[in-house]
């Protein structure tokens, strides 16, 4: 497996098989654009040739009584599913909301067992609307993590790092990231990111 690489080298490697090593015809915004679109493109590559699975994740969500629209995660890029967690050791799959039957089992007044779900813009709908709580699985592929240059404007040295980037940022838990030019030598390596706030 390849170790990941900083977008600075990444832009250095292009700069060198180009023969364009101090040249900026062609600037650092731009390589970055030209980097992040083949990057995406790749991604949506290996989603249809491995198949769904091959990037995958899942969130936890708490459905209330009488909620029916609930936020998509942040890194939200395709669906995959919906489960009810009815018990530790027991789920049930919850069905696409078929808009052909949007008026059929009316009556069963939201029992979850009879619940569909729909994308709605960057929300997930739940239909019929729930008349009980519960926690659902949400079964997702997140999207493509763009790649940038963040300049920290804060570290602080402990046993875990703690970075001060400018908004808006993309990291997510554990993404990969390498501070570059830290004063602290032990900074200046690849490091797994193990929470955003």
């Keep these: ?48 040739h491995f198949g769904d699975d091959y990037y995958f994740s899942s969130s936890s969500i708490s459905i209330t009584s009488g909620t029916a629209t609930y936020a998509l995660p942040t890194d939200f890029y395709k669906m995959r599913g919906l489960d009810i967690v009815i018990s530790n050791t027991d789920k049930t799959t919850v069905p696409k909301f078929n808009f052909q039957e949007r008026n059929r089992d ?10 569909t779900y729909m994308l709605q813009g960057q929300n997930l709908r739940l239909v019929p ?11 997702y592929i997140p999207a493509f993590i763009l790649l940038d240059s963040v300049q920290s404007s804060a570290v602080s040295q402990a046993s875990n790092a703690v970075y001060t980037v400018p908004a808006p940022h993309y990291y997510v838990a554990g993404q990969q990231l390498k501070g570059v030019g830290s004063s602290t030598e032990t900074y200046n390596v690849l490091q797994t990111v193990v929470s955003v706030t």
């Excluded at 977008?7 to 180009?18: F, G, H, K």
């Excluded at 009316?106 to 619940?115: C, P, S």
């Design 106 to 115: 009316i009556a069963l007044n939201g029992d979850r067992y009879n619940l």
């Design 1 to 48: 497996m390849a170790l990941p690489v900083v977008l600075s080298e990444i832009r250095n490697q292009i700069r060198q098989r180009a023969d364009q090593v101090n040249s900026t015809f062609v600037t650092n915004a731009e390589l970055k654009n030209f980097i992040n679109q083949s990057g995406a493109e790749l991604y949506d590559l290996l989603i249809q």
């Design 129 to 139: 609307i729930p008349t009980v709580a519960y926690t659902a699985t949400f079964w």
